[in-house]
Nanobody, 123 residues
Framework: QVQLVESGGGLVQPGGSLRLSCAASGSIFNINVMNWYRQVPGRARELVAHITSGGYTNYADSVKGRFTVSRDNAKNMVYLQMNSLKREDTAVYYC?????????????????WGQGTQVTVSS
């Protein structure tokens, strides 16, 4: 059906940068909004940023001015450029999207999540 796969996480020093990618694949008809979430153990998953197919973006206050979300509609990919990283940005980052997909002659819409990628900000 549909898969979302994140990549680009890793260990970075405070003040450093990372770029996350999320690739959506499968029988995709349309993806309007693509989202980035993050989660720290013991805490609820937090919406970090989202972007619509038209390029409208929105960010959590904690990352405004430091993170930039972008997407390539033709490739069904979304990116998260993270600059000026702080220790409190350490989390597992997830890509999520409500995807319109087709199966046989029918169309469906479901939320899909990626498996997550670990971002650790530490000296």
């Amino acid at each position: 059906q549909v898969q979302l796969v994140e990549s680009g996480g890793g260990l970075v020093q405070p003040g450093g940068s990372l770029r996350l990618s999320c690739a959506a694949s499968g029988s995709i008809f349309n993806i309007n909004v693509m989202n980035w979430y993050r989660q720290v153990p013991g805490r609820a998953r937090e919406l970090v940023a989202h972007i619509t197919s038209g390029g409208y973006t929105n960010y959590a206050d904690s990352v405004k001015g430091r993170f930039t979300v972008s997407r390539d509609n033709a490739k069904n990919m979304v990116y998260l450029q993270m600059n000026s990283l702080k220790r409190e940005d350490t989390a597992v980052y997830y890509c999520k999207a409500p995807v319109q997909y087709y199966s046989g002659s029918s169309y469906y819409t479901s939320d899909f999540w990626g498996q997550g990628t670990q971002v650790t900000v530490s000296s």
